[in-house]
């Protein structure tokens, strides 16, 4: 290969190589960024950001390791229009670049070792400058699959679990990924050295980095590896704590309530009793002509069995609870309420389970009815028996659009206490779980509706 092929061969090259970098990232980010129909214009604004940063450190002259410095910022600045959150995006950068920089590491030694092997006895122009276009091709190809597959390795290990997390926890995550690039930089300004017009490699010197090197460049890119692994399951087991701990403060609700019902019906046996005096006082005041007297006595007796009005029985007391409470929540907020709920007559199906499956679909209603309008505000509550099924359905007036997760939950935008929120679903899934049952969720301009369906089963 001649000067003038060869100097053509490294324009190109430039060029070539950072676009393969920059394809990596994009395919890094893509389950993060890739959410929308605009996947392939996010791709390329990537690749755009890649090789821009690439291009403005060679034209204007910036310290060593400025280019992934500079990168980190222009994701983080754009990741609003990536559709990420910026915590989120510097973190994917910086993981980014530290697979960069270990895989780097790490075929720098097996570059060192083959050319060792493979060094040309004869120096000839040609030779030689054919010999650095299939030196600097190879290396660059294994560095790409070498970083591909470290890239795959990561992305398979955060598609396991959704993360969420903000700029608190990034001292936490970033920790190793920030220590591996620093590593990285610092290894990579002892590589080379030129003392008196002697050139001087690393490895040469101390032979026994061939192996340390990229061993501690995989240290690194394992410790972010299990780093992650180790804060997907911290947050898994957060957000179970949560659920657990809601679910039990609603069973305690929902305990709480049946005692007051124990002593409403109490109260009721005892009214039973008043009511021969009362009757007894009416017809003295009947008798004695009071009229006015008896107008207000009737009133008082009136408003003390109002008192005790259960407009909703529907065959059991756990569930009369919770939609008598619903009920008067939504007298209280202006919201209309329909209930053709009737409890199954056979006991296949723990009352407890029903609860709390009710108390979630029917406070997610009521928070969303919460939103609209006065005179627009509606809840219809549905409990049949079909068959061998239970049917239970919530419908609520609503306006706007539903994003729904991988799951097939409602994805929650409430950024506060987070780990509490966006569970009521996830309960309720749960509860139909045990049964074999289903949960279907269906949302329009004007209506949510949130369906389950809970299977017979002879033994629980």
């Not at 910026?86 to 973190?91: E, G, I, Q, V």
């Not at 907020?333 to 199906?349: A, E, L, N």
């Not at 029903?354 to 609209?372: H, P, S």
């Amino acid at each position: 290969m001649s000067e003038t092929g060869f100097g053509i061969f490294y324009a190109v090259f430039q060029v070539g190589e950072r676009l393969l970098y920059a394809l990596c990232l994009a395919f890094f980010l893509q389950p993060a960024t890739a959410k929308g129909k605009d996947r392939r214009r996010k791709t390329a604004m990537v690749c755009l950001l890649y090789l821009s940063a690439g291009f403005f450190c060679d034209w204007i002259p910036v310290p060593q390791g400025a280019f992934g410095f500079l990168l980190t910022i222009l994701l983080t600045a754009t990741a609003k229009m990536l559709g990420l959150e910026r915590a989120m995006a510097f973190w994917l950068a910086v993981l980014f670049w530290n697979v960069r920089t270990a895989s780097g590491l790490i075929m720098e030694s097996l570059y060192f070792m083959i050319e060792q092997r493979m060094s040309l006895s004869v120096k000839m122009p040609e030779t030689m400058y054919l010999h650095a276009f299939i030196n600097i091709t190879s290396f660059l190809l294994c560095h790409v699959l070498c970083m591909a597959i470290m890239l795959y390795a990561l992305w398979l290990r955060l598609q396991k679990e959704r993360m969420i997390f903000f700029w608190r926890e990034l001292c936490y995550l970033g920790l190793l990924p920030i220590a591996g690039i620093l590593f990285g930089q610092m290894i990579a300004r002892l590589l080379t050295e030129v003392r008196d017009g002697v050139f001087f490699q690393l490895y040469e010197r101390h032979p026994a980095f061939l192996a340390v090197v990229p061993l501690l460049a995989l240290l690194f890119y394992g410790g972010a590896y299990l780093t992650i692994a180790f804060w997907q399951d911290m947050t898994a087991l957060r957000e179970e704590q949560a659920a657990c701990f809601v679910e039990q403060q609603q069973t305690q609700a929902i305990l709480a309530r049946i005692q007051e019902t124990e002593q409403f019906y109490r109260r009721v046996r005892s009214l039973e009793h008043e009511m021969r005096g009362h009757l007894t006082n009416l017809k003295g005041l009947v008798k004695s002509g009071a009229y006015v007297e008896l107008e207000e006595y009737i009133s008082r007796v009136d408003e003390s069995i109002g008192d005790f009005a259960q407009t909703f029985q529907t065959g059991n007391s756990i569930t009369d609870v919770i939609i008598n409470d619903k009920r008067r929540q939504c007298l209280d907020r202006g919201i209309r309420f329909w209930v053709d709920f009737h409890y199954p007559s056979k006991g296949v199906y723990d009352a407890f389970d029903v609860g709390i499956i009710l108390q979630n679909l029917l406070q997610n209603a009521l928070e969303a009815c919460e939103k609209m309008p006065e005179g627009e505000r509606f809840i219809t509550l549905i409990g049949k028996q079909r068959g061998r099924f239970f049917l239970l359905e919530v419908k609520n007036s609503f306006t706007g659009e539903v994003a729904l997760g991988e799951d097939g939950l409602p994805v929650t935008d409430k950024k506060e206490d987070r780990f509490m929120h966006g569970i009521g679903l996830a309960n309720v899934r749960r509860e139909v779980e045990k049964y074999m049952g289903e949960l279907e969720l269906k949302a329009d301009s004007q209506e949510f509706a949130a369906t389950v369906f809970l299977q017979e089963r002879s033994s629980l």
